[in-house]
C-alpha cells in the first residue's frame, strides 16, 4: 500500500525516494532561515557527521567490552600523575597567552591568564566549535575592561603559536617514521606541516608582502601595530617556545597513559603520534576531535602493533583529562561569577543606603 505524505502526495517507500523527500524538505527549512544560522547549522551538522563516522569506524575496529574493561583496570595514581602534569601543560598555555597579551599592554598575573584558560577548556568542553571556549574567554575579559581588538589579537596569536608548534614537530619527526607508514602518508603529514611552517615563516619575515597577499582573504587586519608586536623577538622566541615546551608535556602526559595500559611502545614513539594526531584532531571538522582522535590512535599506534582497544581507550583517557580540566574550569567560572554578583550586591546595597 502506498503511503502519503503530509500534502497528500504518493511517494514509493524506496531508499532514493525517501531521501528526495528528506532532501526537499530541509532545503524548504534551510531557507526560511537566515544564512548565518544555515552556515552554523551545516557547520555543525557537517561536524556531527564526521564525528560519527569516525566512531563508527573505531567501534568496528574495537570491542567495546574490552575497552571498558581496561579502562576499569586502570591505575587511578597513574591517571592522577597525567591529569597534573596536564594541568601544568595548560600553566605553560597560559603563561604564553600571557607574553602575548602583556606584550600588547594588556598587563595580568600569570594567574590571572590561567584561570581564564581554564575557562576557555570549560566551554570548549561543553559547547559546540572548536574556538568557543576561546570566544568566552575573550569576552570575559572585554567585560573587565580590555579593549576588543587587542582581546581579540591575543587570543588568535595564542591558536597561531599552537598550530605552528605543532606542526613544527610533525614536521621534524614524521620523516624518522616513513618506513612504518603507508605509502604517501608521511609524505603528506610532512607537506601539511611543512606548507603551515613555510607560510608562517614567509608571514613573519616578508609581513608587508604577507599584509597584501591575505588583505582580502582574512578576517582581520594582520597591519595592526597591536598584531605586529608578536614578531618581536623576545615575544615571539617567548611564545614559540612555551609552545613547543607545553607540546612535549603534552606527549610525557600519554606516554603516562600508555604505560599504564601496560604499552611498551618506547618514549620517543609518543613524539610523533601524539602531535600528528593532536594536528588533525584540532581542524575544525569534528565536534571536539571526537572519533578523529581516537582513529587517529587506533591508526598510528597500530603501526606499533598496539591493539585497537588500548588504541581508543589512550584516546579515551586523554579526553578524560581534558574534561576533568574543563571541569576545573568551571568551577572558576562559578567563583568568577558570584565574586561578580556580590560585588553587584555590595555596591547596589551602597547605594541604597
Not at 607574553?99 to 566551554?123: D, H, K, P, T, V
Not at 608548534?165 to 612504518?180: D, E, G, H, Q
Not at 584516546?315 to 574543563?326: K, N, P, Q, V
Request: proline share 5%.
Amino acid at each position: 500500500m502506498k503511503k502519503r505524505n503530509a500534502g497528500g502526495e504518493r511517494f514509493k517507500p524506496c531508499s532514493l525516494e525517501i531521501a528526495l523527500h528528506i532532501h526537499d524538505n530541509l532545503t524548504k527549512f534551510f531557507d526560511h532561515m537566515p544564512k548565518d544560522v544555515t552556515r552554523k547549522w551545516f557547520s555543525l551538522f557537517i561536524k556531527l557527521s564526521v564525528s560519527g563516522l569516525c566512531v563508527a569506524i573505531v567501534l568496528r575496529k574495537a570491542d567495546i567490552g574490552s575497552i571498558i574493561e581496561i579502562l576499569n583496570r586502570f591505575p587511578l595514581k597513574i591517571w592522577l600523575l597525567a591529569f597534573g602534569i596536564f594541568l601544568i601543560v595548560q600553566f605553560l598555555s597560559a603563561a604564553r597567552w600571557m607574553i602575548l597579551s602583556n606584550a600588547m599592554g594588556m598587563q595580568g598575573r600569570i594567574s590571572f591568564y590561567y584561570q581564564f584558560y581554564l575557562i576557555g577548556c570549560f566551554f570548549n568542553m561543553f559547547l559546540p566549535g572548536s574556538v568557543t571556549g576561546d570566544a568566552i574567554k575573550g569576552y570575559m575579559l572585554v567585560k573587565r575592561g580590555f579593549p576588543p581588538s587587542l582581546v581579540t589579537y591575543s587570543v588568535l596569536g595564542d591558536r597561531i603559536f599552537g598550530v605552528i608548534a605543532l606542526a613544527i614537530i610533525c614536521a621534524v619527526v614524521t620523516p624518522a617514521f616513513n618506513k612504518l607508514m603507508p605509502a604517501g602518508v608521511a609524505e603528506s603529514v610532512v607537506m601539511l606541516s611543512a606548507l603551515l611552517v613555510v607560510g608562517f615563516t614567509t608571514f613573519v619575515l616578508w609581513h608587508p608582502l604577507a599584509a597584501r597577499l591575505l588583505k582580502n582573504v582574512l578576517p582581520f587586519n594582520i597591519e595592526n601595530p597591536a598584531f605586529l608586536v608578536f614578531w618581536k623577538t623576545n615575544v615571539f622566541a617567548g611564545a614559540l617556545g612555551l609552545s613547543i615546551l607545553l607540546q612535549v608535556g603534552n606527549c610525557i602526559v600519554h606516554y603516562l597513559l600508555a604505560g599504564g595500559m601496560g604499552i611498551g611502545v618506547q618514549p620517543w614513539f609518543y613524539f610523533f603520534a601524539v602531535p600528528v594526531v593532536s594536528l588533525f584532531a584540532s581542524l575544525p571538522v569534528s565536534i571536539q576531535g571526537i572519533g578523529v582522535r581516537e582513529g587517529g590512535f587506533v591508526w598510528i599506534m597500530g603501526l606499533m602493533d598496539v591493539p585497537p582497544e588500548k588504541a581508543v581507550a589512550l584516546g579515551l583517557l586523554s579526553y578524560s583529562i581534558s574534561l576533568a580540566t574543563g571541569f576545573l574550569g568551571g568551577v572558576f567560572y562559578l567563583k568568577s561569577k558570584n565574586s561578580a554578583l556580590d560585588s553587584r550586591g555590595k555596591q547596589s546595597q551602597g547605594n541604597h543606603n
